[in-house]
């Protein structure tokens, strides 16, 4: 049934005059009943009674008013939603993040994404890169935040940088280190590193940065994609701790930085990745431009 016919209908029912509701509209009196003769035809049954003193509903138009309001009242509930979809201020984001950016990138970016009382759920996936990558493929999460060096398929995912994450090296408030400030390579082998997964080739451009001879050369004693546990351990240990800078210089634990020579701690290239072919939501595009723009910032102060 044509909305705007019922439109015309629920004004003419209100103004009870043809030339009052036509104005009312913005259509000529002429325009506004041929709309009213052409909903009664296609109903079949007569809606108003012409009378001298104005129009009085009739039985079937009665029934109709009550439908019609329902009908024109979710018709403006749905195009309320629509605008606010265009808007990015309403429907369902889903945002996964790989370990480094969960702690670098993530919570400035949900803050900046607060919903200004808009009907909009954003749902977080926190986890290494190949289960955020199956949830891109189970359309779970709009799109995620992770190292594309990490990626085994590039070709099937769009992406775009967001930013670099530097790494630092830390241990606990009363290591043997911590008088001196300085680790070299030689402390790395001794103590053992704790950092989070890496694939084979990071693994190897890792080790070679850092100055190890191989990657079977590389100390790496603990892996943990949870940097909280990560530090944790770290704090009750002799384990050095390779993890995202700026991110526990006030952390309960009071991990302490140290300066590290002979090599260079590993950088976190940080995209953000979707299904390549699909396109994302106007909030989903507003998010990845967030996080861009929190990840030059964090880029900046490296």
């Known amino acids: 049934m044509d909305l705007k016919r019922l439109n015309h209908f629920m004004t003419l029912a209100e103004e009870r005059r043809f030339a009052a509701a036509a104005q009312r509209v913005h259509l000529s009196t002429a325009a506004f009943s041929r709309s009213i003769q052409s909903l009664e035809d296609s109903v079949g049954m007569r809606l108003f009674d012409r009378l001298p003193q104005g129009t009085v509903l009739t039985r079937a138009g009665e029934v109709l008013r009550r439908r019609a309001a329902a009908l024109l009242a979710e018709s403006r509930s749905l195009a309320h939603e629509i605008d606010l979809l265009k808007s990015g201020g309403a429907g369902e984001l889903g945002i996964g993040a790989a370990p480094v950016p969960a702690v670098t990138l993530l919570p400035s970016l949900l803050a900046k994404l607060r919903p200004d009382g808009a009907k909009r759920v954003t749902k977080v996936r926190v986890g290494n890169l190949g289960q955020l990558l199956d949830r891109l493929e189970l359309e779970e999460i709009d799109f995620c935040l992770g190292d594309p060096r990490l990626l ?74 949870d940097f909280g546990m990560l530090a944790r351990i770290v704090a009750d240990s002799d384990l050095l701790g390779v ?12 991990l302490q930085p140290l300066q590290f020579e002979g090599g260079t701690l590993p950088l976190v290239r940080v995209h953000a990745l979707w299904l390549q072919g699909h396109s994302l939501s106007p909030v989903a595009q507003r998010a990845v431009a967030l996080a861009q723009e929190i990840g030059a910032t964090l880029s900046e102060q490296r």
């Open 152 to 225: 085994v398929d590039a070709e099937r995912y769009e992406m775009v940088p967001v930013g670099l994450q530097s790494s630092s090296l830390y241990c606990r408030p009363g290591h043997d280190l911590r008088a001196r400030g300085v680790a070299n390579v030689a402390a790395l082998r001794h103590y053992g590193l704790a950092l989070s997964a890496l694939n084979a080739p990071l693994r190897a451009r890792f080790s070679e940065d850092m100055g190890f001879d191989s990657p079977a050369d590389f100390p790496q004693v603990l892996e943990c994609d």
């Open 243 to 254: 993890l995202p800078s700026r991110c526990w210089h006030a952390d309960a634990t009071h």
